[in-house]
């Protein structure tokens, strides 16, 4: 762990990326299902009042942040169930993500071009407390 303040402070607990293609979600014949398996209720239920291009990059940016948030928890999706991980959208537009697993602050960026999605998954903890599960 990094502690950004020898005094305490925020310390990094984990940090985790990942890159997903957009295609892989509109060719699939089964997305409906795959969407429901993957996403939360409040998830899905934003997913369901979107259509098109922005129904498949909302459901692309879900999957893709719940394996970076697996990735920066340290343990990859074998470990952390899609379940465990929801990102909403704040007042503004910006992605906030919780966790069951986790309750140290997340910071998460989403970003699409083109066929891919990126997203950025930030783990910190104040004074080396998040009060999280064991991994």
Avoid at 37 to 52: A, C, H, M, W
Wanted: one cysteine or more; aromatic letters at 10%.
């Amino acid at each position: 762990m990094y502690n950004s303040n020898k005094e305490g402070g925020k310390m990094l607990r984990g940090i985790g990326t990942d890159i997903t293609h957009l295609s892989r979600f509109t060719k699939m014949t089964n997305q409906v299902s795959f969407a429901k398996k993957v996403l939360t209720k409040k998830e899905f239920d934003i997913y369901q009042k979107l259509s098109g291009r922005r129904q498949v990059e909302f459901l692309a940016g879900r999957f893709s942040v719940k394996e970076s948030f697996a990735k920066a928890w340290g343990t990859g999706l074998g470990k952390v169930k899609f379940q465990d991980v929801e990102t909403l959208p704040a007042a503004n537009g910006r992605p906030i993500t919780t966790s069951t697993l986790y309750h140290g602050k997340i910071l998460v960026s989403i970003s699409h071009d083109l066929d891919t999605c990126v997203t950025f998954v930030v783990l910190e903890d104040f004074d080396g407390t998040s009060n999280s599960s064991a991994r």
